[in-house]
């Protein structure tokens, strides 16, 4: 069974009528481009996305719309992450997003879809997951791969540290994290894939690159495991010396008390840790100051045309950089693509910058 997204909204008769998101990312807008075209003039030609988090929600970006993106009523400042239910307003034009299980190959292809009005009580019956013999095969190494991302000083561009990132190729499952980690949920094995990307990076990438400091992720399933600690512990017996940062994903960051203890038996290892994601969809300020990471990376979609984003978009980063030094932490952009988008973090305050003006992921192969 596959998670079948749809965002319903009400038709001029009262009858509920669903749009079926048949693949991510998915785009919406004015403009006939869009996978879903709304017809309203409150709405950008481009005016949002929705994708999937790695984390295994979705996730909504605005794209820096006119009217704006909502998630039950409550402005979208970057994106926001979604659950069933939620009201999801581009502009004026409101949907609930719902969700049901469906067999894979009744899935329609985008360009078959139209407005299509949704029976009530619909019961399918359940398969097996595809791939899964090729998912085994996957973490037993079988097109296994990973990669590194420099990350740089952002005023002299000398690089401090690179960030682990899995990678696959194996012909029968997709190749990037995000899909991948999708196909992992279907099978309750999110963790299984996050041992496996790590385990590859810390054995192939980890040796090539000396004294720098090494970001390693961990989904946030695992954030608080101790199985994740007991590897955290193997790691630092095996590489006493190797400088860590330990990046916890912004839907983990939910319990100060977890986090406090968390930030205790990581010192006690001596392994920094970074809150990902920061700065969009819920910005955890109350557990930055109770309990501040030593960098605080900031979400892509902040950083995206910043040097030509609204003076209030502008303004809202500029104060959480402050927010964050003010700490006693590192801020660092993620996503930095062009010059002007590195100025602008600069005068920001940013210390740190990484993105593909500074230095795309190298493949390990390529090292």
């Known amino acids: 069974m596959e998670k079948q997204w749809t965002l319903e909204s009400s ?62 009523r409550r402005r979208v400042e970057g994106y926001s992450l979604l659950k069933e239910n939620d009201v999801v307003h581009f502009g004026a034009a409101e949907f609930k997003l719902r969700a049901r299980l469906v067999e894979q190959n009744s899935v329609l292809a985008f360009d078959q879809m139209h407005t299509t009005i949704m029976p009530a009580g619909m019961v399918l019956p359940e398969h097996f997951v595809p791939n899964e013999a090729e998912f085994d095969e996957l973490l037993l190494g079988h097109g296994l791969s990973g990669a590194a991302q420099p990350i740089v000083d952002a005023k002299t561009r000398q690089m401090v540290g690179y960030e682990l990132l899995g990678r696959a190729t194996h012909p029968q499952l997709p190749t990037t994290p995000i899909e991948l980690f999708g196909l992992a949920e279907a099978m309750d094995r999110e963790l299984d894939l996050s041992h496996a990307f790590r385990d590859f990076g810390i054995a192939r990438i980890v040796p090539r690159f000396g004294n720098h400091t090494v970001f390693i992720n961990a989904h946030p399933k695992e954030t608080f495991t101790e199985s994740f600690l007991a590897s955290l512990e193997r790691l630092r017996s095996s590489s006493p010396k190797l400088s860590i940062v330990v990046e916890i994903h912004e839907s983990a960051v939910t319990d100060t008390e977890k986090l406090r203890e968390l930030a205790y038996r990581l010192t006690q ?69 062009d010059e002007e988008e590195a100025q602008s973090c600069i005068e920001m305050g940013f210390q740190l910058i990484q993105g593909f003006l500074t230095g795309r992921p190298i493949p390990a192969d390529a090292l």
């Open 11 to 72: 038709g001029a008769d009262g009858a509920h009528v669903d749009f079926v998101i048949t693949h991510l990312p998915c785009r919406i807008g004015r403009s006939k481009e869009n996978d879903l075209v709304i017809a309203n003039l409150g709405l950008s030609r481009s005016h949002a996305i929705i994708a999937r988090d790695i984390s295994g929600q979705l996730r909504v970006s605005d794209e820096n719309s006119t009217n704006g993106t909502f998630v039950n």
């Open 269 to 337: 290892l001596d392994i920094r840790f970074a809150y990902d994601d920061f700065g969009a969809g819920q910005a955890r300020l109350l557990e930055l100051a109770d309990v501040p990471a030593h960098f605080v990376k900031f979400d892509i979609s902040m950083i995206r045309g910043l040097h030509k984003a609204s003076p209030r978009k502008r303004q809202i980063v500029r104060d959480l950089v402050q927010l964050v030094l003010a700490a006693g932490s590192v801020p660092l952009a993620e996503g930095v693509e």
